[in-house]
Nanobody, 123 residues
Framework: QVQLVESGGGLVQAGGSLRLSCAAS????????MGWFRQASGKEREFVAA????????YYADSVKGRFTISRDNAKNTVYLQMNSLKPEDTAVYYC????????????????WGQGTQVTVSS
């Protein structure tokens, strides 16, 4: 089993940057593909980015491509989401998720979830 804890959210002005972290428990982190999702108030949870076990393959939603970067450090059991050029529409609770399969983009495909971290982008 994997336990996930996100951090790094906060309030930022439009055009600013934030880096989210997701720390995972357990000794098998490198055998899990990781994903980031977000859920804005009143909306469904949506895919943001995903990364393969070793980090060689990454996947992005069109809405964040070129602005967000997903990465991982398996030695630290941590996955990151670097968010640049933030927009008010990026405001949401951001969740990390883990699954043994790579490249998944639907929330119901992931087995493990963190509790989320709030990101608010002011205009």
């Amino acid at each position: 089993q994997v336990q996930l804890v996100e951090s790094g959210g906060g309030l930022v002005q439009a055009g600013g940057s934030l880096r989210l972290s997701c720390a995972a428990s357990g000794r098998t982190f490198s055998s899990y593909a990781m994903g980031w999702f977000r859920q804005a108030s009143g909306k469904e949870r949506e895919f943001v980015a995903a990364i393969s076990w070793g980090g060689s393959n990454t996947y992005y939603a069109d809405s964040v491509k070129g602005r967000f970067t997903i990465s991982r450090d398996n030695a630290k059991n941590t996955v990151y989401l670097q968010m640049n050029s933030l927009k008010p529409e990026d405001t949401a609770v951001y969740y990390c998720a883990a699954d043994r399969n790579v490249g998944l983009q639907r929330p119901d495909e992931y087995d493990y979830w963190g509790q989320g971290t709030q990101v608010t982008v002011s205009s």
